[in-house]
C-alpha cells in the first residue's frame, strides 16, 4: 500500500507563497507520476501540477503556469509544489496524488493524500 502525507498548508495573504510537500512512502513504492489536484468549496476537483517522477518533466494547469513550480526530491520520495503569487481563487484544499502507470489532467490517478488546506485572504 502507498501512502501520500502532504505538509505545508495553511493561511497566506494575497500575493504571498506557500510550499507544500508531499511525501511517499510504502513497499515498493515506484510511481510513473506524481502530481497535485485541488477543490474549492462547491467546485469539482481541478488539475495543478505534475511531474514524470523519473525524468522530470512536468506540466502545469493554465490557472497556475508562471506561478506554481512543481520539482521533486527522488532520494527522499518527497514532491514539493512552491506557490507564489497567491490569489484567493487558489483556495482549497489540495491533495497528493500519484500513478504507477500513466500520466493524466482528469482525477484517474491511484493514489491519493488526506489533502491539505490552503487559504489565501485577500
Known amino acids: 500500500q502507498v501512502q501520500l502525507v502532504e505538509s505545508g498548508g495553511g493561511l497566506v495573504q494575497a500575493g504571498g507563497s506557500l510550499r507544500l510537500s508531499c511525501a511517499a512512502s510504502?513497499?515498493?513504492?515506484?510511481?510513473?507520476?506524481m502530481g497535485w489536484f485541488r477543490q474549492a468549496p462547491g467546485k469539482e476537483r481541478e488539475f495543478v501540477a505534475a511531474?514524470?517522477?523519473?525524468?522530470?518533466?512536468?506540466f502545469y494547469g493554465d490557472s497556475v503556469k508562471g506561478r506554481f513550480t512543481i520539482s521533486r526530491n527522488m532520494a527522499k520520495n518527497t514532491m514539493y509544489l512552491q506557490m507564489n503569487s497567491l490569489k484567493a481563487e487558489d483556495t482549497a484544499v489540495y491533495y497528493c496524488?500519484?500513478?504507477?502507470?500513466?500520466?493524466?489532467?482528469?482525477?484517474?490517478?491511484?493514489?491519493w493524500g488526506q489533502g491539505t488546506q490552503v487559504t489565501v485572504s485577500s
Open positions: 510504502g513497499r515498493t513504492f515506484s510511481a510513473y507520476v
Open positions: 496524488v500519484a500513478d504507477r502507470k500513466r500520466f493524466s489532467m482528469g482525477a484517474s490517478y491511484e493514489y
Open positions: 511531474i514524470i517522477w523519473s525524468a522530470g518533466n512536468t
